[in-house]
């Protein structure tokens, strides 16, 4: 808004000053003309007197005029012509631009400088209470600054270029200042001759213009003399004379020039012209040379500015407007304010005219004395002529009035009366006729009481000014003359608010009546405009900004674009200056004013108010406006030949969530393309610019290092590795993560590495990027980019490829500068794959993989991308269109527009939250992504997998091959596999054969190795082997494998195939196994030590059998052969195949045993059959006896029971190889759960010594493994499957499974119910895991522990006669066997009583009686057998169980041990005959 270093009462008593006319000779005006200024131009900074003038009224009271300014102009005898009024105004406008470079009256809000306050404020959108704390804060500061010196320059340039009327007299003449030189021949008769001209002006009929106040017009006498030239003497002399002629008060002697004109310039003199000589309005021109028409007919008659951003060349005294001058507040005229920012260009459309400024100063010849003379000059001509003359012609028009009125009394006593009387009402503008034509003659005492009232304003006499005015104001309405009454109604409200002390209040119905009358029935629009102008400076000033913004608005009309521009402008900026800002309205007028700006060719003004309006509608969501306004600022920009700004606008429409329709937004994409082709035509060989389509999501971008994955090649299946059609997944980056620190543990014998960091192949957002990822020379590097189109119209990129710079690690930076086009870089460096076209359909994501290829060891830096941007070809735009409209699409070929730039890739790293610092505050770590680092040349092994099966029995053992390749320039070694899952293969133990068949001989051959026995007893057969054969063993790690190469090395080229067995999983369903292969370079390199490939093997598995097994201890204490203690175990088999996979039939064809303390000795069978062979659900059970070994308990002794002709031997490979895995397998399992526990139970360590010796009696470690093979018909032929199955026996008379996991479930549903147990499992597994969990180590021994602390046997014979009819008491001996199972000392107590109160036990085994004692107590050392002879007593004949003694232990070291009864696992029956 409009703000000023003056007060509103300042800018309305600068409005209207005492005008006084200049005539000079010739020779005066040559004598100023050394200074380059006329006379008027040369007083002009020194017309506002510095101190108070004192007059008196017609009351002969004092009256004080502060501030006073009076105006010194040219007579211009014709009047200006509307049109060059226009034109000027318009060129006004069109030089007053923001200045550049002052962040002065500029509020930043998001892209774009508001000019609005004299405070610079930072403020982010929404930026609404920010911008209203900084206006509340303005408002009630005492000095505002220029905000918008275009609107002050117009209105200034408007109130010095209305022309003189006869309804007022404002703009009359008051005096005429007669100017000669004293270098004149005859000064004297020079003086009468310019009276003479004056008086012929002024009186004669021809001339109408200009207007004088009074007929009796003060002249007043100037003799001019220029010091350096003239002589003192003759001017002195000259002076006298004219004192004698023309008095002392009506003439003066005024010395200038003091300093010669070749004197150069040495001194600083201050230039006061300049900031004066910016304004040119018509009164200031000379009358004779450069006169106002010269100046307009000269300039250009098109205000427009050209495309070429070039201003209008003015050649004449208008160039001479634009110099800048620093504000000096003592010399603020009418022409407008001057803040030190006041018509400062912004841009290069004026450059012609600063140098002729530059080259023109003004005042050369002048001193500082001849300053201060000048200023002496004006204040001796106001104070002895002007203010005397006006002061006499107010007396004289009150005389008059009071004469004519035959009023006794004064003119201020008359008002008073009249305004006391009852007052008549006011016809209202629409009652009134229209007699705006009615005109008054001079001599009316109408006009006289109107001329008085405008001697009083200007002199600054408000009170009776206003009274005047009031008068006159009744006068003209009586008589109906619209003109005069809306004059004077317009001074009376300026007069009644300049009042002191304000005794009235600011009558604005008055103003308001006058701009109607002025708009409606004068239709004199430049006299309206003057009262709104007025008045709403008046009603900012009381903060009555809507009605002051009622009152801008009103007067906008069609007829003039440049005033309605202005106005809305002005009304915008008092909406925003409310007490409560209205920021939308604010908006909505800046783009009315910007349009009409635009309409009037005002280019500059129209993008500063659309770009001011943005900053309200940026960020609302309204993407509707935001589109129209920035593609206003787009045109123009473009108009103005600003290209960066116009392709800055044109972006936000493109990357803004649009809502345009598609036919639209191909426009705007067609339009910012021509336009950005033209700013790229500007600088061919500048950078590339940033383009803002597609859109590229940074952070999505995946950097992938190594080759792509080969297909799979018949029966060849390459290892499935890492690529970038897969998803990321953490669980499985973790186990990978996990399976690689394992390995290289491993590799580093066993040490993990504390500054391990796992090989990332794969670089995206989920991944650690703070390192700086290694690339391998040779190897391609794979960039993914997500691109996406927001548009709904396609878009086509063309020659897309990298951006990249590089630095050698062995060279200098210099060759690490940024790569202008991928293509010209040398490809002897890095290689860079182009797409040729990359098409993106519309709001379509969609990735785009560039690959470069360093040839060279350094540091890659991947900047960004280049391509061509530009639409789908068919695009065109019809026929015809007018060239002039602007960028239309017309312009383009049919086969569409491109163009060429970038788009940079900057990845934002994860934001830090490790310290108190980085906590508090918003860091983000650094994203290495793009910046790998290039190493020497590394191996680079394939894996091939020959003939994987995808789906297998579970158990099912099956022979595979693997071909492992080094396909790069560097042999490796040091081959490792590594697996969470070793039990699922091997490469076979140290015994396996190396060189095996291929693999389709090898076809039909069964996996096992095998020998034919032809024993007729099913009896076991024994091998012992250590465990450290298989990878078993103290410390080691059964998942890390060594994969046998021949001579450890792998040649560069070169390929091997290896024999690989796998076995099914034990559970059913779809299993994701992960290998991940290891191995290193021979050479030692810095950056990378080792390679690492993965692959992960999916398997579906079938069922086939399961198996189950329980031990218990045999009631002969030595078996026939005496070969010690010995178990009965039984195998349950079990077909839970369900035909899925055509099998018809499984076979067990060996059951086999390893243990370190047990083995199996023979197969109990019943029948003489010995295929065992099962079909669907069918159950074989299966009867083995096992004895106790006497080998070293270091090995595992291997005992194979044989039920076919073949025997497998299960001690060597692969048999005993997926024996042991699983076995470890199981071990770390069991170990995981004990760690969980032993936390818990460390407290109870004594007890637990104890407990462990009770334990350890039902402990065996017995491990079957059954053997099996199944028929499978396939595609009409059969097949025979091989597999295997593994129960681990932990504890005698407990049931032990294969299939660990679901133990429990079997033993509780049973087969039926199989089928439920998938959907189940996992649950009831995770609650069987919590249960475990929360049971420490127990501090008692179970029943079946202590159960199986003492063995007992009871000797009797199976049947015994006796004659009851001898004797009634049958008395039996029997004999009690005791042994002691564990190895510590037992306390052991028998004790006979029976305790059997069950009747269904009385009924089946009837009664009977120990005889003797009833209890005994004994101790039994270790491993010690005891017998005891006892007597059994019957009295009926019948079948008895002598299974009743109960029997406690403890051990002997412990006194209070529990004591519990051993019951006999089976019953002692014998029976009772009569003879």
Request: glycine residues 4%.
């Given at each position: 808004?409009?703000?000023?270093?003056?007060?509103?009462?300042?800018?309305?008593?600068?409005?209207f000053?005492?005008?006084?006319?200049?005539?000079?000779?010739?020779?005066?005006?040559r004598?100023?003309?050394?200074?380059?200024?006329?006379?008027?131009?040369?007083?002009?900074?020194?017309?506002r007197?510095?101190?108070e003038?004192?007059?008196?009224?017609?009351?002969?009271?004092?009256?004080?005029?502060?501030?006073l300014?009076i105006?010194?102009?040219?007579?211009?005898?014709?009047?200006?012509?509307p049109?060059?009024?226009?034109?000027?105004?318009?060129?006004?406008?069109?030089?007053?631009?923001?200045?550049?470079g002052?962040?002065?009256?500029v509020?930043?809000?998001?892209?774009y400088?508001?000019?609005?306050?004299?405070?610079s404020?930072?403020?982010?959108?929404p930026?609404?209470?920010?911008?209203?704390d900084?206006?509340?804060?303005?408002?009630?500061?005492?000095?505002?600054?220029?905000?918008?010196?275009?609107?002050?320059?117009?209105?200034e340039?408007?109130?010095?270029?209305?022309?003189?009327?006869?309804h007022?007299?404002?703009?009359h003449?008051?005096?005429?200042?007669?100017?000669?030189?004293?270098?004149?021949?005859?000064?004297?008769?020079?003086?009468?001759?310019?009276?003479?001209?004056?008086?012929?002006?002024?009186h004669s009929n021809?001339?109408?213009?200009?207007?004088?106040?009074?007929?009796?017009?003060?002249?007043?006498?100037?003799?001019?003399?220029?010091?350096?030239?003239?002589?003192?003497?003759?001017?002195?002399?000259?002076?006298?004379?004219?004192?004698?002629?023309?008095?002392?008060?009506?003439?003066?002697?005024?010395?200038?020039?003091?300093?010669g004109?070749?004197?150069?310039?040495?001194?600083?003199?201050?230039?006061?012209w300049?900031?004066?000589?910016?304004?040119?309005?018509?009164?200031?021109?000379?009358?004779?040379?450069?006169?106002?028409?010269?100046?307009?007919?000269?300039?250009?008659t098109?205000?427009f500015?050209?495309?070429?951003?070039?201003?209008?060349?003015?050649?004449?005294g208008?160039?001479?407007?634009?110099?800048?001058h620093?504000?000096q507040l003592?010399?603020?005229?009418?022409s407008?304010c001057?803040?030190?920012?006041?018509?400062?260009?912004?841009?290069?459309?004026?450059?012609?005219?600063?140098?002729?400024?530059t080259?023109t100063?003004?005042?050369?010849?002048?001193?500082l004395?001849?300053?201060?003379?000048?200023?002496?000059?004006?204040?001796?001509?106001?104070?002895?002529?002007?203010?005397?003359?006006?002061?006499?012609?107010?007396?004289q028009?009150?005389?008059?009035?009071?004469?004519?009125?035959?009023?006794?009394?004064?003119?201020?006593?008359?008002t008073?009366?009249?305004?006391?009387?009852?007052?008549?009402?006011?016809?209202?503008?629409?009652?009134?006729?229209?007699?705006?034509?009615?005109?008054?003659?001079?001599?009316?005492p109408?006009?006289?009481?109107?001329?008085m009232?405008?001697?009083?304003?200007?002199?600054?006499h408000?009170e009776?000014?206003?009274?005047?005015?009031h008068t006159?104001?009744?006068?003209?309405?009586?008589?109906?003359?619209m003109?005069?009454?809306?004059g004077?109604?317009?001074?009376?409200?300026?007069?009644?608010?300049?009042?002191?002390?304000?005794?009235?209040?600011?009558p604005?119905?008055?103003?308001?009546?006058a701009?109607?009358?002025?708009?409606?029935?004068?239709?004199?629009?430049?006299?309206?405009?003057?009262?709104?102008?007025?008045?709403?400076?008046?009603?900012?000033?009381?903060?009555?900004?809507?009605?002051?913004?009622?009152?801008?608005i009103?007067?906008?009309?069609?007829?003039?674009?440049?005033r309605?521009?202005?106005?809305?402008?002005?009304a915008?900026?008092?909406?925003?200056?409310?007490?409560?800002?209205?920021?939308?309205?604010?908006?909505f007028?800046?783009?009315?004013?910007?349009?009409?700006?635009?309409?009037?060719?005002?280019?500059?003004?129209?993008?500063?108010?659309?770009?001011?309006?943005?900053?309200?509608?940026?960020?609302?969501?309204?993407s509707?406006?935001?589109?129209?306004?920035?593609?206003?600022?787009?045109?123009?920009?473009?108009?103005?030949?600003?290209?960066?700004?116009?392709?800055?606008?044109?972006?936000?429409?493109?990357?803004?969530?649009?809502?345009q329709?598609a036919?639209?937004?191909?426009?705007?994409?067609?339009?910012?393309?021509?336009?950005?082709?033209?700013?790229?035509?500007?600088?061919?060989d500048?950078?590339l610019?940033?383009?803002?389509?597609?859109?590229?999501?940074?952070?999505?971008?995946?950097?992938?290092f190594g080759?792509?994955?080969?297909?799979?090649?018949?029966?060849?299946?390459?290892?499935?590795?890492?690529?970038?059609?897969?998803e990321?997944?953490?669980?499985?980056?973790?186990?990978?993560?996990?399976?690689e620190?394992?390995?290289?543990?491993?590799?580093?014998?066993?040490?993990?590495?504390s500054?391990f960091?796992?090989?990332?192949?794969?670089l995206?957002?989920?991944?650690?990027?703070?390192?700086?990822?290694?690339?391998?020379?040779?190897?391609?590097?794979t960039?993914?980019?997500?691109?996406?189109?927001?548009?709904?119209?396609?878009?086509l990129?063309?020659?897309?490829?990298?951006?990249?710079?590089?630095?050698?690690?062995?060279?200098?930076?210099?060759?690490?500068?940024?790569?202008?086009?991928?293509?010209t870089?040398?490809k002897?460096?890095?290689?860079?794959?182009?797409?040729?076209?990359?098409?993106?359909?519309?709001?379509?994501?969609?990735?785009?993989?560039l690959?470069?290829f360093?040839?060279?060891?350094?540091?890659?830096?991947?900047?960004?991308?280049?391509?061509n941007?530009?639409?789908i070809?068919g695009?065109t735009?019809?026929?015809?269109?007018?060239?002039?409209?602007?960028?239309?699409?017309?312009?383009?070929?049919?086969?569409?527009?491109?163009?060429?730039?970038?788009?940079?890739?900057?990845?934002?790293?994860?934001?830090?939250?490790?310290?108190?610092?980085?906590?508090?505050?918003?860091?983000?770590?650094?994203?290495?992504?793009?910046?790998?680092?290039?190493?020497?040349?590394?191996?680079?092994?394939?894996?091939?997998?020959?003939?994987?099966?995808t789906?297998?029995?579970?158990?099912?053992?099956r022979?595979?091959?693997v071909?492992?390749?080094?396909?790069?320039?560097?042999p490796?070694?040091?081959?490792?596999?590594?697996?969470?899952?070793?039990?699922f293969?091997?490469?076979?133990?140290?015994?396996?054969?190396?060189?095996?068949?291929?693999?389709?001989?090898?076809?039909?051959c069964?996996?096992?190795?095998?020998?034919?026995?032809?024993s007729?007893?099913?009896?076991?057969?024994?091998?012992?082997?250590a465990?450290?054969?298989f990878?078993?063993?103290?410390?080691?790690?059964?998942?890390?494998?060594?994969?046998?190469?021949?001579?450890?090395?792998?040649?560069?080229?070169a390929?091997?195939?290896?024999?690989?067995?796998?076995?099914?999983?034990?559970?059913?369903?779809v299993?994701?196994?992960?290998f991940?292969?290891?191995?290193?370079?021979?050479?030692?390199?810095?950056?990378?030590?080792?390679?690492?490939?993965?692959?992960?093997?999916?398997?579906?598995?079938?069922?086939?059998?399961?198996?189950?097994?329980?031990?218990?201890?045999?009631?002969?204490?030595?078996?026939?052969?005496?070969?010690?203690d010995?178990?009965?175990?039984?195998?349950?088999?079990?077909?839970?195949?369900?035909?899925e996979?055509?099998?018809?039939?499984?076979?067990?064809?060996?059951?086999?045993?390893?243990?370190k303390?047990?083995?199996?000795?023979?197969?109990?069978?019943?029948?003489?059959?010995?295929d065992?062979?099962?079909?669907?659900?069918?159950?074989?059970?299966?009867c083995?006896?096992?004895?106790?070994c006497?080998?070293?308990?270091?090995?595992?002794t291997?005992?194979?029971?044989?039920?076919?002709?073949?025997?497998?031997?299960?001690?060597?490979?692969?048999?005993?190889?997926?024996?042991?895995?699983?076995l470890?397998?199981?071990?770390?399992?069991?170990?995981?759960?004990?760690?969980?526990?032993?936390?818990?139970?460390?407290?109870?360590?004594?007890?637990?010594?104890?407990v462990?010796l009770?334990?350890?009696?039902?402990?065996?470690?017995?491990?079957?493994?059954?053997?099996?093979?199944?028929?499978?018909?396939?595609?009409?032929?059969?097949?025979i499957?091989?597999?295997?199955?593994h129960?681990?026996l932990?504890?005698?008379?407990?049931?032990?499974?294969?299939?660990?996991?679901?133990?429990?479930?079997?033993?509780?549903?049973?087969?039926?119910?199989?089928?439920?147990l998938?959907?189940?499992?996992?649950?009831?597994?995770?609650l069987?895991?919590?249960?475990s969990?929360?049971?420490?180590?127990?501090?008692?021994?179970?029943?079946?522990?202590?159960?199986?602390?003492?063995?007992?046997?009871?000797?009797?014979?199976?049947?015994?006669?006796?004659?009851?009819?001898?004797?009634?008491?049958?008395?039996?001996?029997?004999?009690?066997?005791?042994?002691?199972?564990?190895q510590?000392?037992?306390?052991?107590?028998?004790d006979?009583?029976?305790?059997?109160t069950?009747?269904?036990?009385?009924?089946?085994?009837?009664?009977?009686?120990?005889?003797?004692?009833?209890?005994?107590k004994?101790?039994?050392?270790?491993?010690?057998?005891?017998?005891?002879?006892?007597?059994?007593?019957?009295?009926?004949?019948?079948?008895?169980?002598l299974?009743?003694?109960?029997?406690?232990?403890?051990?002997?070291?412990?006194?209070?041990?529990?004591?519990?009864?051993?019951?006999?696992?089976?019953?002692?029956?014998?029976?009772?005959?009569?003879i």
């Open positions: 808004m409009a703000q000023r270093v003056q007060s509103v009462q300042e800018f309305l008593q600068d409005s000053v005492p005008l006084v006319a200049a005539l000079c000779s010739e020779e005066a005006e004598v100023t003309r050394k200074n380059n200024l006329g006379f008027c131009d040369l007083v002009k900074p020194f017309c007197l510095t101190s003038v004192h007059m008196r009224d017609p009351n002969n009271q004092l009256h004080v005029i502060k501030n300014k105006a010194v102009n040219n007579i211009i005898t014709q009047l200006p012509q049109s060059a009024v226009r034109k000027l105004l318009n060129d006004v406008v069109t030089v007053s631009q923001p200045a550049e002052l962040v002065a009256n509020i930043t809000a998001g892209d400088d508001l000019n609005i306050s004299d405070r404020v930072k403020a982010s959108v930026w609404y209470s920010s911008w209203k900084t206006l509340m804060g303005l408002n009630t500061s005492t000095f505002y600054s220029a905000t918008t010196p275009w609107f002050e320059a117009y209105r340039s408007l109130l010095q270029s209305m022309p003189a009327s006869d007022e007299f404002l703009n003449y008051v005096a005429c200042m007669l100017v000669v030189s004293s270098s004149e021949p005859e000064p004297v008769e020079q003086f009468l001759k310019l009276s003479q001209e004056q008086h012929r002006i002024q021809e001339y109408s213009y200009p207007k004088w106040f009074i007929p009796n017009t003060l002249k007043y006498y100037v003799l001019l003399h220029d010091v350096s030239v003239g002589e003192e003497q003759r001017a002195d002399s000259i002076y006298e004379e004219m004192k004698q002629r023309y008095g002392t008060q009506g003439c003066y002697l005024l010395k200038i020039n003091s300093r004109s070749n004197r150069g310039t040495d001194e600083q003199i201050p230039d006061p300049s900031q004066y000589l910016q304004k040119n309005s018509i009164q200031t021109q000379e009358p004779y040379e450069d006169g106002p028409y010269t100046v307009i007919s000269n300039k250009s098109d205000y500015i050209p495309l070429d951003g070039l201003g209008n060349d003015s050649k004449d208008l160039s001479n407007s634009f110099k800048t620093p504000l003592d010399h603020t005229n009418d407008g001057f803040d030190g920012t006041d018509y400062i260009k912004s841009n290069a459309s004026l450059h012609e005219s600063k140098k002729v400024n080259g100063p003004h005042g050369t010849c002048l001193t004395t001849d300053h201060d003379r000048i200023r002496q000059f004006i204040q001796e001509f106001t104070f002895r002529g002007l203010l005397p003359h006006i002061e006499k012609t107010i007396r028009l009150n005389d008059q009035l009071i004469s004519r009125k035959g009023l006794s009394r004064s003119l201020f006593s008359a008073k009366k009249w305004f006391s009387g009852s007052k008549v009402p006011e016809k209202s503008i629409n009652e009134l006729k229209s007699t705006s034509g009615l005109l008054y003659p001079p001599e009316a109408e006009l006289q009481i109107r001329k009232a405008d001697l009083c304003f200007l002199v600054q408000y009776l000014a206003y009274s005047c005015y006159a104001k009744k006068d003209f309405l009586n008589d109906q003359a003109l005069y009454a809306a004077a109604l317009e001074m009376a409200a300026v007069s009644a608010f300049l009042q002191p002390g304000a005794p009235r209040p600011y604005s119905h008055y103003m308001d009546t701009i109607q009358t002025y708009r409606d029935i004068c239709k004199n629009m430049m006299l309206a405009e003057r009262c709104v102008l007025l008045s709403a400076e008046i009603l900012k000033s009381q903060s009555k900004y809507s009605e002051a913004a009622a009152l801008l009103r007067l906008t009309s069609e007829d003039s674009d440049l309605s521009a202005l106005l809305l402008e002005q915008a900026h008092c909406f925003i200056n409310m007490k409560s800002p209205m920021v939308r309205k604010f908006a007028h800046m783009i009315l004013a910007g349009h009409r700006y635009s309409k009037a060719g005002q280019k500059k003004h129209a993008l500063r108010c659309y770009c001011q309006a943005m900053q309200v509608y940026k960020g609302k969501g309204w509707l406006a935001e589109d129209h306004i920035n593609f206003t600022i787009g045109h123009q920009s473009f108009t103005l030949r600003q290209l960066d700004n116009a392709v800055s606008a044109f972006r936000h429409i493109l990357i803004n969530d649009s809502k329709t036919a639209q937004q191909g426009a705007f994409l067609r339009e910012y393309l021509y336009v950005y082709k033209n700013v790229s035509q500007l600088s061919p500048g950078p610019p940033q383009l803002p389509l597609p859109y590229i999501n940074s952070s999505a971008t995946r950097v992938f080759h792509d994955r080969r297909p799979a090649e018949g029966e060849k299946q390459a290892a499935t590795h890492i690529s970038l059609d897969q990321y997944d953490s669980e499985f980056t973790q186990q990978w993560k996990e399976l620190e394992q390995v290289v543990a491993a590799a580093n014998k066993g040490t993990a590495l500054n960091q796992p090989t990332q192949y794969c995206n957002r989920y991944s650690d990027n703070s390192r700086f990822p290694l690339g391998v020379v040779e190897e391609p590097i960039v993914e980019v997500a691109f996406k189109n927001p548009l709904k119209v396609p878009l990129l063309t020659d897309l490829s990298l951006l990249w710079k590089f630095q050698p690690e062995d060279f200098s930076s210099k060759n690490s500068e940024e790569t202008k086009e991928i293509e870089c040398g002897e460096t890095i290689g860079a794959e182009v797409i040729s076209e990359f098409s993106i359909n519309s709001e379509e994501t969609k990735m785009a993989r690959k470069l360093p040839h060279q060891t350094g540091e890659l830096h991947i900047l960004g991308v280049v391509y941007l530009g639409t070809q695009t735009m019809l026929d015809g269109v007018d060239s002039s409209v602007g960028l239309q699409a017309g312009k383009y070929i049919s086969n569409g527009m491109s163009v060429r730039g970038r788009q940079d890739l900057e990845i934002q790293g994860p934001r830090l939250n490790n310290t108190k610092e980085e906590k508090t505050s918003i860091k983000y770590g650094p994203d290495r992504r793009l910046d790998p680092i290039i190493t020497e040349e590394m191996p680079l092994l394939e894996v091939f997998f020959i003939n994987f099966p789906g297998l029995l579970c158990g099912e053992i022979k595979t091959h071909e492992f390749m080094n396909v790069s320039k560097s490796l070694t040091g081959l490792k596999i590594v697996s969470k899952r070793p039990e293969f091997t490469f076979g133990g140290s015994s396996a054969i190396r060189t095996p068949l291929s693999p389709s001989a090898s076809e039909h069964s996996a096992y190795k095998t020998v034919v026995t032809h007729s007893s099913v009896c076991s057969l024994i091998s012992s082997v465990a450290s054969d990878g078993v063993g103290a410390g080691s790690q059964p998942e890390v494998i060594d994969v046998p190469l021949p001579d450890s090395v792998l040649l560069p080229g390929s091997v195939q290896l024999p690989m067995w796998l076995r099914g999983p034990d559970e059913e369903g299993h994701e196994i992960n991940l292969f290891y191995y290193e370079s021979i050479r030692k390199h810095s950056k990378m030590c080792h390679r690492v490939l993965r692959h992960t093997a999916v398997i579906c598995t079938s069922r086939s059998l399961t198996v189950r097994a329980t031990a218990y201890r045999s009631n002969a204490l030595e078996d026939e052969k005496g070969e010690g010995n178990m009965l175990v039984f195998v349950d088999v079990e077909n839970i195949n369900t035909s996979a055509g099998v018809k039939e499984f076979h067990i064809v060996q059951v086999s045993s390893n243990s303390n047990w083995k199996l000795q023979e197969y109990i069978n019943l029948s003489e059959d010995k065992i062979k099962l079909v669907n659900r069918e159950r074989g059970k299966l083995l006896k096992a004895v106790r006497k080998n070293l308990v270091e090995n595992y291997f005992a194979d029971i044989v039920f076919g002709s073949e025997q497998i031997i299960s001690s060597t490979s692969p048999c005993a190889d997926f024996f042991f895995q699983s470890y397998s199981e071990l770390r399992t069991t170990q995981t759960q004990q760690n969980m526990h032993t936390s818990q139970g460390a407290a109870k360590q004594s007890l637990d010594n104890a462990r009770i334990q350890k009696c039902s402990e065996v470690d017995l491990n079957i493994i059954v053997l099996w093979k199944a028929y499978v018909v396939e595609d009409n032929k059969q097949l499957l091989e597999g295997q199955h129960v681990v932990h504890t005698v008379g407990k049931e032990a499974f294969s299939f660990p996991q679901k133990q429990g479930f079997k033993k509780i549903l049973g087969n039926s119910d199989w089928e439920d998938e959907q189940e499992s996992p649950e009831m597994g995770l069987n895991f919590f249960r969990e929360s049971t420490s180590v127990p501090s008692r021994p179970s029943l079946d522990q202590l159960s199986n602390l003492i063995k007992t046997s009871l000797h009797y014979p199976e049947t015994f006669n006796h004659s009851f009819h001898q004797k009634s008491l049958c008395i039996v001996p029997v004999t009690l066997l005791l042994s002691n199972c564990s510590a000392d037992v306390d052991v107590i028998i006979l009583r029976h305790k059997t069950s009747p269904e036990t009385l009924e089946i085994h009837g009664s009977f009686t120990w005889l003797g004692q009833t209890q005994y004994l101790q039994l050392k270790s491993q010690e057998v005891s017998s005891l002879r006892l007597r059994a007593c019957f009295v009926h004949t019948g079948v008895y169980n299974g009743t003694p109960r029997v406690f232990a403890k051990l002997s070291d412990q006194v209070t041990l529990f004591e519990t009864s051993q019951q006999n696992s089976m019953p002692a029956l014998i029976i009772i005959n009569n």
